[in-house]
């Protein structure tokens, strides 16, 4: 029997990476999670997976379930926040303890979620934090493991990015495009991002790579892929740029928590387009196509409709 550990378990990454591997002959996962709502949600999901609530930022008792483990996926991460002690803890000082306790119980082998961030000219707390984590990663010379940076991703329990523009597509009779659309996306199925990662446990996969989606569209485009999949209540219209962002300039002096900000406007028309690795190859897995990628997030029985807590 196989052992594995997941931390950010009940997590984008971590969910749908349980979701797929828990079918998976001779496996035992345990994941660990911090977030009450999520870690119930997951325990809901998937019964037979051993759960624990824990702060990995804080030595405890978590530490001796390393004990027997095969293999860890090291996933756990601050993503937002406006406290940089947060970011510090989860992203840096919950990385050394686990490999603390990796160390103490002789793991062999894991896999560490690094981010594409790491190669931007980005400063902010998480961009600081995830390349000093990455930067102690590399220093872990004696436990094999692979680095994965993936870019941003899309698909089960996404409950930011393209799955908060799916729910707003249901709350809005209008769901407005700026000017003419044609900015580029390159998004990344996470269940692509689960298949590599899941490759990557069995075959013991080591070195850094980057990973992007394979796909380039336009965001105009890629919102009408949704909107047909979806058939959601919204009518896309395109509205002049500067209109719209002087409406959403207008709308944020009235509002206390606007939906979308002047500065996301700003962020949303840079086109976003990243290196390409035959990554299909290196990890022996098949990429999926965009449109079912996204028939797939949206349409499936199972998953679909969950979406995690903030």
């Given at each position: 029997?196989?052992?594995?550990?997941?931390?950010?378990?009940?997590?984008?990454?971590g969910q749908n990476v349980i979701a797929?591997?828990?079918?998976?002959?001779?496996?035992?996962?345990?994941?660990?999670?911090?977030?009450?709502?999520?870690?119930?949600?997951?325990?809901?999901?998937?019964?037979?997976?051993?759960?624990?609530?824990?702060?990995?930022?804080?030595?405890?008792?978590?530490?001796?379930?390393?004990?027997?483990?095969?293999?860890?996926?090291?996933?756990?991460?601050?993503?937002?926040?406006?406290?940089?002690?947060?970011?510090?803890?989860?992203?840096?000082?919950?990385?050394?303890?686990?490999?603390?306790?990796?160390?103490?119980?002789?793991?062999?082998?894991?896999?560490?979620?690094?981010?594409?961030?790491?190669?931007?000219?980005?400063?902010?707390?998480?961009?600081?934090?995830?390349?000093?984590?990455?930067?102690?990663?590399?220093?872990?010379?004696?436990?094999?493991?692979?680095?994965?940076?993936?870019?941003?991703?899309?698909?089960?329990?996404?409950?930011?990015?393209?799955?908060?523009?799916?729910?707003?597509?249901?709350?809005?009779?209008?769901?407005?495009?700026?000017?003419?659309?044609?900015?580029?996306?390159?998004?990344?199925?996470?269940?692509?991002?689960?298949?590599?990662?899941?490759?990557?446990?069995?075959?013991?996969?080591?070195?850094?790579?980057?990973?992007?989606?394979?796909?380039?569209?336009?965001?105009?485009?890629?919102?009408?892929?949704?909107?047909?999949?979806?058939?959601?209540?919204?009518?896309?219209?395109?509205?002049?740029?500067?209109?719209?962002?002087?409406?959403?300039?207008?709308?944020?002096?009235?509002?206390?928590?606007?939906?979308?900000?002047?500065?996301?406007?700003?962020?949303?028309?840079?086109?976003?387009?990243?290196?390409?690795?035959?990554?299909?190859?290196?990890?022996?897995?098949?990429?999926?196509?965009?449109?079912?990628?996204?028939?797939?997030?949206?349409?499936?029985?199972?998953?679909?409709?969950?979406?995690?807590?903030?």
């Open positions: 029997m196989t052992k594995i550990i997941v931390t950010g378990a009940a997590g984008l990454v797929r591997l828990k079918g998976e002959p001779g496996i035992t996962i345990v994941g660990i999670d911090k977030h009450p709502a999520n870690t119930a949600l997951l325990r809901r999901l998937h019964p037979q997976v051993e759960v624990i609530e824990a702060d990995l930022a804080v030595e405890g008792p978590w530490m001796d379930v390393f004990a027997g483990a095969d293999a860890v996926l090291l996933n756990q991460a601050q993503i937002g926040g406006l406290e940089e002690e947060e970011f510090v803890a989860n992203n840096v000082t919950a990385t050394q303890l686990i490999v603390s306790a990796m160390r103490r119980h002789a793991v062999p082998y894991f896999v560490h979620i690094s981010s594409s961030v790491v190669n931007s000219k980005a400063d902010d707390f998480y961009t600081r934090t995830k390349t000093t984590q990455e930067r102690f990663i590399d220093t872990v010379t004696d436990i094999a493991h692979v680095v994965l940076r993936p870019t941003l991703m899309f698909g089960w329990f996404d409950r930011k990015h393209l799955g908060w523009l799916r729910r707003f597509m249901d709350r809005t009779p209008v769901f407005p495009i700026p000017g003419n659309g044609n900015f580029i996306r390159q998004p990344l199925y996470v269940g692509d991002f689960a298949s590599i990662i899941v490759s990557s446990l069995r075959s013991r996969k080591t070195g850094t790579f980057d990973i992007s989606g394979l796909e380039q569209i336009p965001y105009g485009d890629l919102i009408r892929l949704i909107h047909r999949t979806v058939k959601p209540r919204a009518k896309i219209v395109h509205i002049p740029y500067r209109l719209f962002w002087w409406l959403l300039f207008v709308y944020g002096k009235f509002s206390a928590n606007p939906p979308f900000t002047t500065n996301q406007l700003e962020a949303l028309v840079i086109p976003e387009t990243f290196p390409v690795i035959d990554w299909p190859a290196i990890f022996g897995v098949t990429a999926t196509p965009l449109g079912d990628a996204i028939r797939e997030t949206y349409l499936d029985a199972r998953y679909s409709s969950i979406v995690l807590d903030f």
